[in-house]
């Protein structure tokens, strides 16, 4: 079975408890940049902050691996049944929507919070569906909890009974990072290409 068709038929056996996971992603986002999450010195922020993962080829990945380079994250996963893939699929459009010389300035990138199914191999078949430079990033769960707590994501398996068709509770903001590492900026889960395009124009204008 494809890689498509096997997400699909996974994804509309576990759809009915998508209603469930939108209350608590909505809680839960709703924390995320409140003004507890911002230092005390100027209103910055506090999103961000080294991880160690692997990326869809096996190879380790950290964040001075995109120095120099604009991060657009994203933390999901393959088997999500609606918004993950519609925020990537707007990442990768907004991708496209910029001038090539711009574009080159951005990594795009997914962060799955779910290691014990996103593995190296099922990145790899998924990734290239969004993007071709699309970087899927997995690891150890200690390794991806690391990474959600730096940037101030919440996740959670919702346990249905079944160990293998699970929904995964996680909060769905699109961050762009500069080139330093720090947070620029974030967008909502259904922000249009358009926006999110010119929301990476404006902060390369700024720079």
């Known amino acids: ?11 509309f056996a576990i759809a009915a408890a998508t209603v469930l996971a939108l209350v ?5 986002a709703w924390l995320v940049l409140t003004p507890a999450t911002r230092s005390m010195a100027g209103g910055e922020a506090l999103v961000g902050g080294p991880f160690t993962l692997v990326d869809q080829h096996g190879a380790e990945v950290t964040e001075q691996d995109f120095a120099g380079r604009y991060m657009l994250i994203y933390f999901g996963y393959t088997y999500c049944p609606d918004f993950c893939p519609m925020s990537l699929s707007n990442m ?22 779910d290691p014990e199914r996103d593995t190296v191999e099922q990145l790899a078949e998924y990734a290239p ?10 690891g150890s769960v200690e390794q991806v909890r690391q990474a959600a707590k730096a940037y101030r994501v919440y996740f959670s398996k919702a346990d249905n009974g079944d160990p293998d068709a699970y929904l995964m509770d996680h909060s769905t ?16 889960h259904s922000a ?12 390369i204008a700024e720079a």
């Open 24 to 28: 608590v992603i909505g809680a839960a």
């Open 1 to 11: 079975m494809k890689m498509a068709e096997l997400v699909r038929s996974r994804l």
């Open 192 to 203: 249009a290409p358009e926006e999110i395009a010119a929301g990476i124009e404006a902060a």
């Open 129 to 138: 569906l969004f993007h071709p430079r699309l970087v899927a990033l997995t």
């Open 92 to 113: 990768a459009q907004a991708l496209d929507l910029l001038p090539p010389a711009q574009a080159e300035q951005v990594a795009p990138i997914l962060i799955t919070v």
């Open 173 to 188: 903001f699109i961050y762009l990072m500069g080139p330093d590492g720090r947070y620029v900026r974030h967008f909502s």
